[in-house]
């Protein structure tokens, strides 16, 4: 049975930091490519950022570029995301997902994880 579960979330003042984690199992996790995912409440599921298989490539949404940073570690099956100089609009919950190839559409992803929850305050 595949697995994601997602940790690391939690309340943080603006302009801090935090690091999210994913940990993949039950599939091969160095064939997959990864990414995360945000929703708010009342809000779209909207695309953070992604990598693909090798850790080679990564890809971040315009709202995130320059302050989130994606990477992979495939020796413990397991994908981050580093949030800096974090703003209240970042408030949302975040889930990782691993697909066949990267995408910013979240339809493109086989599996998801439940989510953690980021909340950041003002």
């Known amino acids: 049975q595949v697995q994601l579960v997602e940790s690391g979330g939690g309340l943080v003042q603006a302009g801090g930091s935090l690091r999210l984690s994913c940990a993949v199992s039950?599939?091969?996790?160095?064939?997959?490519?990864m990414g995360w995912f945000r929703q708010a409440p009342g809000k779209e599921r909207e695309f953070a950022a992604s990598?693909?298989?090798?850790?080679?490539?990564?890809f971040y949404a315009d709202s995130v570029k320059g302050r989130f940073t994606i990477y992979r570690d495939n020796a413990k099956n397991t994908v981050y995301l580093q949030m800096n100089r974090l703003k209240s609009e970042d408030t949302a919950a975040y889930y990782c997902?691993?697909?066949?190839?990267?995408?910013?559409?979240?339809?493109?992803?086989?599996?998801w994880g439940q989510g953690t929850q980021v909340t950041v305050s003002s």
């Open positions: 997902a691993a697909g066949s190839r990267t995408s910013m559409r979240a339809d493109a992803y086989d599996y």
């Open positions: 990598i693909n298989f090798s850790g080679r490539s990564t």
């Open positions: 039950g599939l091969t996790f160095s064939s997959y490519a």
